[in-house]
């Protein structure tokens, strides 16, 4: 059997119809990536012996439960903890960690009887855009081999997108779930800062992080979330909320929804096939009887630099720990403890790293403190109120997810500040911590996907599912899938 084109919903029907057992299943998505990982390279280490383990347990259990993830195989980005599995964040400095704990969306998926089939390559410590920073390999975009597939959860997204699996979990910091999502014409969703628990994830910046689900359709997308979702005593930012059934409204009506279209995102720099493609999004759902109007967000332009400087300051100091005393990689040959910090350091993380470390600890130092990382705080306040005064009269913000579709891989190497601009339309979203998702919206003349995104209230999660439905459903984008 083939799980390519397949999703959770119609794998759990076979499952439940005894068409297959959950080891035959995961069985074929070894087979699948032993097909197409040498050439995607979305995987940095198989589970195989625990996999086909959780599968056998989940095909003595049964499918009687209606449980849908029970059974099925995923994927999960390395830099998600995993008891017995290791977990390197795609760093040098991680390279033969092996966690002795689950992070909580594992522990929570296993509790669901999800089997995990091992970790999906990223950008080191989540820092990228393109999973080119990699320590260990680039992974590919699966529409066309020779582009990124985005990042930092770029492993993710190309696995879902490939076959490999039929989902995938992601972390979110400034875009990393959404813009891989959109670069592979999958469906990627951020959800609300608060809403996941963080317990487990190996920080980036504690402030924006958020893990989110990767998906073929937007059914499977909210099955997942539900089953992730929830409030963690052991993550202090976790929000004590009821988790919705984000699944349970999937109807395909917007009537009467009110969605803004803020003018900014039509800028220089936001490809004209793009903004044509959320035109025509916007027209689309006008026609199902939403009423779409235009609005101005005038604090866009400053979410770069707000971003970069907040993320990069939370990085510096979430990343002391990595010191080459307590864990992590240890430089041979020093003769002093600074210098066993220093070549550690030097050795153990990648140049994309560094920049963000240094970029941080200049921010957070005491001449410049008030002028660069307190200045951006503020920016970040005026952020989140320009969200709050459109959501006052709107249900959710349409826009682009990103400002071009998958770039060559190797194409921005030299120039980390091109890199860094192609956040613009993502970033913000994280300062607010509100939730976003990216859903296909057709692919480009070049044949290469391009991603929609639509934004919502804080903890409404399930307005945007419900949205993003009835958009999939007048469309055959979910339909379009790479030749591999």
Do not use: C
């Amino acid at each position: 059997m083939s799980i390519f084109n397949e999703t959770l919903t119609s794998l759990h029907e076979g499952l439940v119809n005894k068409e297959f057992s959950s080891v035959e299943l995961t069985q074929a998505a070894f087979k699948r990536i032993a097909e197409t990982d040498g050439k995607v390279e979305a995987f940095l280490a198989l589970n195989e012996e625990g996999a086909l383990k959780q599968a056998q347990a989940a095909d003595e259990k049964g499918y009687a439960d209606g449980n849908v993830l029970n059974g099925i195989p995923l994927g999960i980005k390395d830099n998600i903890v995993t008891e017995g599995v290791t977990t390197t964040a795609a760093s040098h400095m991680l390279g033969d960690f092996m966690p002795i704990y689950d992070a909580t969306v594992v522990t929570k998926l296993k509790e669901a009887g999800a089997v995990n089939v091992g970790k999906l390559n990223m950008d080191e410590f989540a820092m990228g855009g393109s999973t080119e920073n990699s320590y260990y390999k680039k992974t590919k975009n699966a529409w066309d081999l020779t582009k990124v597939p985005g990042g930092s959860s770029g492993g993710s997204a190309a696995a879902v997108a490939s076959g490999e699996v039929v989902a995938s979990l992601g972390s979110d910091t400034g875009g990393s779930i959404r813009q891989p999502a959109a670069f592979n014409g999958i469906v990627g969703m951020k959800p609300t800062y608060g809403r996941v628990s963080r317990y487990g994830l190996i920080a980036f910046a504690s402030s924006l992080d958020q893990i989110g689900p990767m998906t073929r359709n937007v059914t499977d997308n909210a099955l997942l979330l539900e089953a992730i979702s929830g409030y963690d005593k052991r993550d202090s930012t976790s929000m004590n909320l009821e988790v919705p059934k984000f699944s349970a409204n999937l109807n395909g009506k917007v009537a009467g929804m009110k969605i803004a279209l803020p003018k900014e995102y039509f800028q220089e720099g936001v490809s004209a096939e793009i903004q044509a493609a959320v035109r025509k999004a916007a027209a689309q759902f006008e026609e199902m009887g939403a009423i779409v109007e235009e609005v101005s967000m005038p604090t866009l332009a400053y979410g770069i630099p707000a971003y970069y400087i907040i993320a990069s300051s939370e990085a510096s100091s979430n990343l002391q720990r990595f010191d080459g005393v307590r864990y992590g990689y240890r430089a041979d040959n020093v003769n002093s403890l600074d210098e066993l910090y220093i070549k550690s350091r030097s050795e153990g993380f990648g140049m994309e790293v560094k920049r963000r470390i240094m970029l941080g600890t200049f921010s957070l130092s005491a001449g410049f403190y008030d002028a660069y990382f307190k200045k951006a705080g503020q920016v970040r306040t005026l952020i989140k109120r320009d969200f709050a005064n459109i959501f006052a009269g709107y249900d959710l913000i349409l826009g682009p997810t990103t400002t071009t579709t998958a770039f060559g891989i190797g194409e921005k190497n030299d120039d980390p500040l091109a890199m860094y601009m192609d956040d613009l339309l993502t970033v913000t979203i994280n300062l607010a911590g509100v939730p976003a998702i990216s859903v296909p919206g057709g692919l480009s003349s070049d044949g290469m996907p391009i991603g929609i995104q639509l934004i919502g209230n804080y903890f409404e999660e399930a307005k945007i599912y419900q949205a993003a439905y009835a958009f999939e459903q007048a469309n055959d984008y979910i339909n379009q899938h790479p030749n591999l």
